[in-house]
């Protein structure tokens, strides 16, 4: 089992930017992906990046790319969401994953096996 605590939400004005962090504890070497996902409200929990573990190849939802930056530090089990020129819409809960099993999408929620708690990002036009 792993324990997913993220930290780093805020309030911020659109332009500025934000670094989440998500810090694994547990059973952090079998982990394959790390994702970091959204949900605003009234919407379904949306996937944003992923990162492996091992190699760290790096994807991201077009809504995102060229904006938001996944990282991971193996030494310390974190994973890391740089967020820049952040705009109203990236409003949400956000949510870091570990997912134990290697999979071709890293897109998929429901493939994920372990959940932080979420930490809020809203962003004020």
């Known amino acids: 089992q792993v324990q997913l605590v993220e930290s780093g939400g805020g309030l911020m004005q659109a332009g500025g930017s934000l670094r989440l962090s998500c810090a694994a504890s547990?059973?952090?070497?079998?982990?394959?992906?790390m994702g970091w996902f959204r949900q605003a409200p009234g919407s379904e929990r949306e996937f944003v990046s992923a990162i492996r573990w091992n190699g760290g190849s790096t994807y991201y939802a077009d809504s995102v790319k060229d904006r938001f930056t996944i990282s991971r530090d193996n030494a310390k089990n974190t994973v890391y969401l740089q967020m820049n020129s952040l705009k109203p819409e990236d409003t949400a809960v956000y949510y870091c994953?570990?997912?134990?099993?290697?999979?071709?999408?890293?897109?998929?929620?429901?493939?994920?096996?372990?959940w932080g708690q979420g930490t809020q990002v809203t962003v004020s036009s």
């Open positions: 547990g059973r952090t070497f079998s982990i394959v992906t």
């Open positions: 994953a570990a997912d134990y099993h290697w999979r071709v999408s890293t897109r998929n929620k429901i493939e994920y096996d372990y």
